[in-house]
């Protein structure tokens, strides 16, 4: 548990993933376009370009070179 729980009883409720205030997922294709438009227009989203060449991936190198020597295994 968190430390920030205070120690004695508690209640516990759950709510269902559906009602969640988080996330809202979009009932029409409308709302979906909607939501995007939003996602476009925020100020604070960053490029995705910017991560560009920044993580070495999984195997730790360079992506092409690793697909290349898999190829190289085919007959």
């Not at 809202?24 to 409308?30: E, G, L």
Request: aromatic share 6%; net charge positive; hydrophobic share 30%.
């Amino acid at each position: 548990m968190p430390r920030e729980i205070p120690v004695g009883p508690v209640i516990i409720t759950f709510t269902p993933a559906g009602t969640s205030t988080h996330r809202k997922d979009p009932r029409t294709v409308a709302e979906a376009l909607q939501m995007a438009e939003e996602k476009t227009t925020d100020k604070n989203r960053k490029p995705i370009s910017q991560l560009f060449g920044k993580h070495k991936g999984i195997l730790g190198g360079d992506g092409v070179a690793y697909q290349r020597a898999i190829r190289d295994e085919w007959d």
